[in-house]
């Protein structure tokens, strides 16, 4: 046993050796037990216990919570000895309770008390125990507690340094927590001019707190950015031995240096002041030409701290994006690391390089180092530096380099790690369509990534060359050669076989001129790979076979021989056997004309964003560029239109897939297939514009998704996505008749846009016949409010005016963020929140006979989180959420008791804010 | 900012834990595992540092024990590396060539130093000088109320 520092505790140095000499993990348990029983019984006692007592049993409680196990006691001992008049005992009280007091519990108020005395103290020691006490678990009420003092202390004179650094962290906590506590007016200045602090201890601490305050009022604080600059100057120019203990490993102040850079790149390059700005330049020029001295030691430590102070000016170059030089200085430096031996700054100067890639001043410098670039991709040993180089040829690549990089990608990808391919996949994807000059180089780009990396292209890659190959006549003779011939290999992707059967059946003519490509050969190239495939890619080809039918009439009798097999009409897949029977009655039935027409090639796609692109940002957001050289490189043809994904689809998959062989059209209307076609070809289509269909807004309260109007002439669908307080609503509205509908104007209705702001993208005002499209919209919720917007849509059919209303489905539950809490915070805050202006209580019948699972499906999609094991009646749901709102966080807990006799709910709301607990209680009741 | 500190030995277990956001207690579990789990995976000359769900972690072993920070994405990763060995210094200064055992032993005083170097997930002293001075004067504290106690324990006070 090793010697035990400070005033040793005996008893736990004892207890420690005993776990560690447990040779089992049930031997362990046992004997954690066997001292949980004991403490318990210790502290339940008639015996009172002395201080050093308590100390120790607390000092265990925290010894066995460590080695992972729960502790559900002792947090009132621990609380008893924040007052002993003994340091030691003081100190062990508040690590107690920096480790295991959950900010929210019921012992906060006699912990702020403790904390209160000990900031009176007039030991400084006290005094700081207290503050790290504030700093580690600050929360909203020590904000309203201590939010007056401490800035006191911040800043006043009589204040020992020691304390002041703690008081500039302390207050950074609770300023997190409760922005509102910052002082303004003078306090402004006071604390930019901690910057200036003799003490670089207290510099350190407070330019942290700065940071935070100019991230949240930028101008308030500007007057920082000169002082700063300031200070900066005098570190970068100090010898190492100017600054003693401060300097680390012969480098001045790194950390002082790293904040003060980070501190200025909340602001753009100080131009109102060129003093200021000069200087700035001059600091960053020494920082270079330090970096370019040989090292003054050979550890480790002294070139991390010197490069970390030399990656954090670049970043500083780089978001001030205005000096050339610099940027160009920069990328040489970081070139240099590229070859570098240290693992770590390869991978740092490969992510530097990802960023200076964007700047149009440094992007050509960048590409200078392609081939080491390349060499990384290939020759790394560690994954995540292969990924930053990846990363990095994606963010250089332009029109000049498109193809080599594209090339060296699709060859690396070969071998590439499975963690990385999807990604490349998509970059590749990408890269190839954005930088196309010649769209047969793309397509065989993209049949080049279904054969070498067939299971990670997604859909959206494949729907995507579908879609160019159709939009762009050039390229579709050689699309259908190509594909031909991949199709030739033994053994294909089956994503090969979907793209191939499309392309066949659409372009397939223009190549049957050739013998070896004649229709017949291409109809069995096809189908020898139809009873490998899944049933959704044998849909796509029985579409693909009668579409063969109406180019080739030749090889009719030999498709419906495949129709009529026993393993597509009797399919025991409903779709392939309708497709089977519906394909095969259609060749029968209709003449040759109504056949062309109904298989009519496909119109062009509008042009849009490419979907692939989204779903690269959605994999990582904020790490990829947002446009790939958007601003330097002309656009390929391509011109880009707002992101919208995929034809948003809220049907079945198999209509998915539909979606996709029959796009909007003039022949299919949305989804119904190709009976509704033959249907409207002879019946006369009944429309009765006036009919509304009941918009049931109220579904929409436990879903995001789904149609939100539908009558005969138009479908409006909805999908939604919400974080903390924002909302991105796309709309789809879909023209279900063989007219185009016109001057389609979509209104809003909303009066609250002081509590929620809505905001919607404008949209074309013309819906062509069959087709979809969609319109953004983006929700703020700014504070609670009631309802929910109504919008109406009115639009022209047949030149006759209409006009539609509905509500969105955009209501206060959908701000929720789920709470996980145990049995013991849930009650502990719902008995808090238990004033009269918290609650709201309604008992409303059920709408049937009570279906518990359904009751939980339902809440379970609400947005708050259910909360199991809780409510000691297994049949009753409780729920905690956040609402988030940009003035507040609402807390919000509920709980929903259902009376089987009586076939009655009794829902509760408790929250901090009466009008919430309203609102969510008038929201939930009548829905069960 | 950092979001948490873990010191973690070659067999998994966890030796000490700091957290500076507010997460319940499962979810931390589920975190710990999951990143003592991903560290040890990974082979010695790799880079330091790796991108796990939305945070940047930056780890460093020494001999048999790792020390591993999640910070956040806008983060200096080298210096993160260097306040992990400042850690690392004033343990071993303190306790005279550290073992995992001295803080195996002797948790609390690893808290203790490690609350006056970082706080609030925050770097607040870097000079060693300083944090053991403040140190020092923690355990004179304690060493005076020891005594006391002693001499009131006889009879003497």
Known sequence: MPAVRGDGMRGL????????????????????????????????????????????YVCKLLFIFLLGHDIDFGHMEAVNLLSSNKYSEKQIGYLFISVLVNTNSDLIKLIIQSIKNDLQSRNPIHVNLAL?????????????????????????????????????????????????????????????????????????????????????????????????????????????????????????????????????????????????????????????NKAQEPPKSKKVQHSNAKNAVLFEAISLIIHNDSEPNLLVRACNQLGQFLSNRETNLRYLALESMCHLATSEFSHEAVKKHQEVVILSMKMEKDVSVRQQAVDLLYAMCDKTNAEEIVQEML??????????????????AILAEKYATDFTWYVDVILNLIRIAGDYVSEEVWYRV????????????????????????????????????????????????????????????????????SAA???????????????????????????????????????????????????????????????????????????????????????IPDDVRESKSPQPNITPAPVINNIANTNSSSADLLGLSTPPGTNAPTGNGLLDVLGDLYTTPKISPTTVQQNNIKKF???????????????????SEYRQNLGRIGLFYGNKTQSPIQNVRPELHWNDLHKLNVQMKPM??????????????????????????????????????????????????????????????????????????????KIFKAQGSIDLTATRTKLAGFGMQLLDGIDPNPDNFVCAGIVHTRVQQVGCLMRLEPNKQAQMFRLTVRSSKETVSQEICNLLADQF | ???????????????????????????????????????????????????????????????????CCAMEQEDNELLTLELIHRYVELLDKYFGSVCELDIIFNFEKAYFILDELVLGGELQETSKKNVLKAIAAQDLLQEDEAVDGALREVGLL
């Not at chain 1, 393993?567 to 897949?573: G, V």
């Not at chain 1, 700014?782 to 539609?804: A, G, R």
């Not at chain 2, 700091?18 to 999951?34: F, G, N, S």
């Open chain 1, 701 to 719: 309260l436990f879903k995001n998704n789904g149609v939100l109007f539908e009558n005969d002439l138009i479908q409006i669908g909805v999908k």
């Open chain 2, 1 to 67: 900012m950092m979001q948490f500190m873990l010191l973690f030995s070659r067999q998994g277990k966890l030796r000490l834990q700091k957290w500076y956001v507010a997460h319940p207690d499962k979810l931390k579990k589920k975190i710990t595992r999951e990143l003592i789990t991903t560290v040890l995976a990974r082979k010695p000359k790799m880079c330091s540092f790796l991108e796990w769900k939305d945070v940047k972690v930056v780890y460093k072993r020494y001999a048999s024990l790792y020390f």
């Open chain 1, 411 to 428: 060859a690396y990808l070969e071998t590439a790690d499975y963690s990385i391919r999807e990604e490349m996949v998509l970059k590749v």
């Open chain 1, 13 to 56: 140095a004892v207890f420690i050796s005993d776990i560690r000499n447990c040779k089992s993990k049930e031997a362990e348990i046992k004997r954690i037990n066997k001292e949980l029983a004991n403490i318990r019984s210790k502290f339940k006692g008639d015996k009172t216990l002395d201080g050093y007592q308590k100390k120790k």
């Open chain 1, 132 to 288: 790290q006490c504030i700093a580690n678990i600050g929360s909203k009420d020590m904000a309203e507690a201590f939010g007056t003092e401490i800035p006191k202390l911040l800043v006043s004179g009589d204040t020992m340094d020691v304390v002041k650094q703690s008081a500039a962290l302390c207050l950074l906590r609770l300023f997190r927590k409760s922005p509102e506590i910052i002082p303004g007016g003078e306090w402004t200045s006071r604390i930019i001019h901690l910057l200036n602090d003799p003490h670089m201890g207290v510099v350190t601490a407070a330019t942290s707190l700065i940071d935070a305050l100019v991230k949240k009022n930028p101008d308030e604080y500007k007057g920082c950015v000169t002082l700063a600059v300031a200070r900066l100057s005098r570190i970068v120019t100090a010898s190492y031995t100017d600054l003693q203990d401060y300097t680390y490993y012969f480098v001045p102040a790194p950390w002082l240096s790293v904040k003060l850079l980070r501190l200025l790149q909340n602001y753009t390059p100080p131009s109102e002041e060129p003093g200021v700005r000069g200087r700035l330049s001059e600091c960053l020029e020494t920082i270079f």
């Open chain 1, 764 to 841: 074309e005002p013309v819906l062509e016949a069959g087709a979809q499209i969609q319109q953004m919209l983006t929700a703020e919720c700014i504070e609670d409010f009631l309802d929910s917007p109504s919008m109406s849509v009115s639009f022209l059919y047949n030149n006759v005016p209409q006009k539609i209303s509905m509500k969105l489905p955009l209501t206060l539950n959908k701000f929720f963020e789920p709470t996980e809490m145990n049995g013991e915070s849930f009650f502990a805050r719902w008995k808090n929140l238990g004033g009269e202006q918290q609650r709201a209580q």
């Open chain 1, 537 to 623: 890619t044998r849909a796509l080809l029985l579409s693909t076979y009668i579409k063969l039918v109406n180019l080739f009439p030749e090889i009719k009798n030999r498709v419906q021989e495949v129709f009529r097999a026993d393993s597509n009409l009797r399919s025991a897949d409903v779709e392939l056997q309708q497709r089977a029977s519906e394909y095969l009655q259609l060749s029968i039935v209709a003449s040759s004309d109504v056949l062309a027409t109904v298989l009519e090639e496909m119109p062009a796609f509008p042009e849009r964003e490419s979907s692939i692109l989204a779903v690269l940002k959605k994999k990582k957001p904020g790490r």
């Open chain 1, 466 to 533: 579908i879609q160019i190959v159709i939009n762009r006549e050039e390229v579709q003779g050689y699309a259908a050669k190509t594909v031909f011939e991949a199709l030739q290999a033994p053994t294909c992707h089956e994503n090969m076989v979907k793209v191939g059967g499309y392309i066949l059946g659409e372009f397939g003519n223009l190549i049957a001129g050739d013998t070896r490509s004649s229709p017949l050969v291409q109809f069995e190239l096809l189908h020898s790979k139809y009873h490998l495939c």
